[in-house]
């Protein structure tokens, strides 16, 4: 059975692999896909299931899926991120987002829901994080948290009213680890590592990524050039996942697939625990002396 740990202060005991939700909707996965690969990884010990309202379909495939399942795991989804439209992080707006969620996840209740990557203005002003304060108190949510980078997430982890932080965390994005880590751990927020694997980037080689969301970890993993990288592709992740969920107050990491027996793979991959220590200074070490300050966080 896959490790499991304690949620930050949520009292949850969430298994540190968890499941991502955008690829099976943005890369529109067929549905009996879906119900392959989620059900065999609760199957084999999954209780963390991620997603948002902005991930094409997501939400439905989900639910149609797993909520005969709903006692398995944990339902965490997403609101507030419009994909190039005009941004409306009104209550209502948020509120309605939240309520569509549940439809489509064919629930009555999840157990979390994130602001998407609001900024810190947004933020500040304090309208949205009482929205998701009314969303607790209606019922629709157990917790409430922030899923960001940079100045943001650290203003969400020092505010004192989220449950909960989704962040960036990995071999090529390392900036949360002294930015915004110590203080969640301090805090006992419960912390979600986002893009643990960073994408695998270092598999396209010499050519750069088709896909432009990976085109920046592959350009960063150039100038790293880790000696793991040079590993088989299964080997070299397994390091990168070890990595991210070696990192003091990391409670689970997300990880999207769409292709059935992928997250039991993952699964398996974490079967010698974290890194050794030599190992993990060795990725801190090389990224202190070669990470501009521009690679901040990648929402």
């Not at 949850?12 to 909707?25: D, H, K, Q, T, Y």
């Not at 629930?107 to 829901?113: G, N």
């Not at 962040?167 to 949360?176: C, K, L, R």
């Not at 927020?189 to 970890?217: C, F, L, M, S």
Request: proline share 5%; aromatic share 8%.
């Amino acid at each position: 059975m896959i490790e499991r740990r304690k949620f930050g202060k949520t009292g949850l005991e969430v298994s540190v692999l968890g499941f991502g939700g955008a690829e099976i909707g943005y890369e529109g996965a067929p549905q009996s896909d879906v119900e392959a690969l989620l059900n065999e990884a609760l199957d084999a010990g999954l209780n963390v299931i991620d997603t948002a309202e902005c991930y094409p379909d997501s939400e439905e495939k989900i639910g149609r899926a797993v909520s005969h399942r709903r006692k398995d795991y944990y339902l965490f989804t997403k609101c507030g991120h419009f994909d190039g439209r005009t941004p409306d992080w009104s209550r209502s707006s948020l509120l309605a987002s939240i309520e569509r969620s549940l439809k489509r996840l064919r629930t009555d209740y999840v157990d979390l829901v994130q602001l998407h990557s609001c900024g810190l203005e947004v933020l500040q002003a304090g309208e949205v994080i009482e929205a998701l304060e009314e969303a607790r108190q209606r019922g629709y949510t157990r917790f409430i948290g922030y899923s960001g980078d940079g100045q943001a997430a650290l203003y969400a982890v020092e505010c004192g009213r989220f449950d909960t932080l989704q962040i960036s965390i990995n071999v090529a994005d390392q900036e949360a680890l002294d930015l915004v880590l110590p203080k969640a751990h301090e805090r006992q927020i419960g912390v979600i590592a986002k893009r643990p694997v960073a994408n695998a980037a270092w598999r396209y080689g010499d050519q750069p990524p088709a896909e432009p969301y990976h085109t920046i970890y592959w350009e960063r993993l150039r100038k790293l050039d880790y000696p793991f990288t040079k590993l088989p592709l299964g080997e070299a992740v397994a390091v990168a996942l070890r990595f991210t969920l070696s990192q003091p107050g990391v409670h689970t990491a997300i990880v999207g697939t769409k292709k059935p027996g992928r997250w039991v793979e993952n699964a398996r991959a974490l079967a010698d625990g974290p890194l050794p220590p030599e190992m993990i200074e060795a990725i801190r070490q090389r990224w202190r002396e070669v990470a501009g300050p521009d690679w901040v966080g990648q929402t």
